[in-house]
């Protein structure tokens, strides 16, 4: 067995054929990997720490993690904007962010189809304002298919 180098990627065909009931496989090819950092922006946030955010792509899945400190904020709705990533028509994504100090509760996030934006809830999904997280650090990891 070898792995095939293509010009269109790595060909994992060698390695494939699962015979576990109920799957079936559409590619056995990786296409695209990349890492690296990213800048997201919080609407509104005047004092943003931005202390680590770093992305992985694998082929048609991005993988996000960051941890960022938020001053002073507006009233508006949290969105964490500028993702690296745009999210497609036909996949929603959530995550679980922590949040320290501040809003004193878990936080949903879920990707805004067609865009690079996350929206972020607490507790039966209610609209969580960024004056609600002044002063805290949130940490949060998110993973979604990329079509």
């Given at each position: ?5 293509k ?21 056995e ?9 990213f800048?997201?922006s ?5 004092g943003?720490n931005?202390?680590f ?8 899945w991005?993988?996000?993690?960051s ?20 999210c ?5 994504a959530?995550g ?5 100090g501040?809003y004193?509760?878990?936080?949903l996030?879920?990707t805004?189809?067609?865009n ?7 507790p ?7 004056n609600?997280?002044d ?7 998110l ?5």
């Amino acid at each position: 067995m070898a792995l095939h180098l293509k010009a269109t990627g790595i060909d994992f065909a060698d390695f494939g054929n699962t015979t576990a009931t109920g799957t079936s496989v559409t590619s056995e090819l990786l296409s695209d990997y990349e890492f690296g950092t990213f800048e997201p922006s919080y609407g509104g946030n005047s004092g943003l720490n931005r202390v680590f955010n770093k992305f992985v792509k694998i082929g048609n899945w991005g993988f996000l993690q960051s941890y960022v400190g938020i001053g002073n904020g507006g009233n508006e709705n949290l969105l964490c904007q500028l993702l690296p990533f745009t999210c497609p028509n036909n996949g929603y994504a959530t995550g679980m962010m922590n949040n320290q100090g501040g809003y004193g509760e878990h936080i949903l996030m879920r990707t805004v189809v067609n865009n690079s934006t996350l929206s972020c809830y607490g507790p039966n999904q209610a609209s969580i304002n960024i004056n609600q997280v002044d002063g805290s650090h949130l940490i949060w990891s998110l993973h979604y298919c990329l079509v």
